[in-house]
Structure formats: structure tokens, C-alpha cells
């Protein structure tokens, strides 16, 4: 069973930064693209940044600039490192990542337990 494990969310001042991992483990035999989403209180949950296997990577637009996606294939890792953070940042961050267990088995969609970050003063 593969599994999505996120880290480094927390408490930020406005304009300050922090960077989210994620780590797939596992019986993994490729993972394509892999993304992060975000979802506020009350909001319905938006991609955020997403990140191809050949590194190919799309924002969105009120991150663009500020927020820089990165992945590792060697450690199937996925970074979020995000700069000049705003309190509409806050939200929970959630990992996503399409996988497969073998070269003929189906592509599965895995989500991680979500990361809280909290922008305030």
C-alpha cells in the first residue's frame, strides 16, 4: 500500500516562509505527476502547484512568483517551498500523486492527511 506523508507545515508570520515535503513509501513502481492542493476554512480545496515526472511544473496564479514546487525521484519526494506568505495562505496543504505499483498495474490517485499552515501575526 503506498502512502503520502506530509511534513513542515506550522505558524508563519506574514511575509515570512516555510517548506512543505511529502514522501511517498511503499510498494511504488512509478509515480507521475505529483501536486499539492490547499483548502481553507470554508473553501473548497484548489490546486495549488503540480509538478510532471520530467519536471514540468503549472501554479497557480495567486502563488505564482511566491511559491516554488520541486520533487527528488531518487527519495519519490515532492517540496513545496513557500516565500512571502499572506494570511489567505492558511489553509490545510494536502499531497497528491498519481502511482503505480507495477509496470502493468493501473495509475491510482494517493492523497496525503493534509499539513496545516497558518499565517497570522
Known amino acids: 500500500q503506498v502512502q503520502l506523508v506530509e511534513s513542515g507545515g506550522g505558524l508563519v508570520q506574514p511575509g515570512g516562509s516555510l517548506r512543505l515535503s511529502c514522501a511517498a513509501s511503499g510498494s511504488i513502481f512509478s509515480i507521475n505527476a505529483m501536486r499539492w492542493y490547499r483548502q481553507a476554512p470554508g473553501k473548497e480545496r484548489e490546486l495549488v502547484a503540480s509538478?510532471?515526472?520530467?519536471?514540468?511544473?503549472n501554479y497557480a496564479d495567486s502563488v505564482k512568483g511566491r511559491f516554488t514546487i520541486s520533487r527528488d525521484n531518487a527519495k519519490n519526494t515532492v517540496f513545496l517551498q513557500m516565500n512571502s506568505l499572506k494570511p489567505e495562505d492558511t489553509a490545510v496543504y494536502y499531497c497528491n500523486a498519481l502511482v503505480r505499483v507495477g509496470i502493468t498495474s493501473p495509475w491510482s490517485e494517493i492523497w496525503g492527511q493534509g499539513t496545516l499552515v497558518t499565517v497570522s501575526s
Open positions: 509538478i510532471s515526472i520530467g519536471g514540468s511544473t
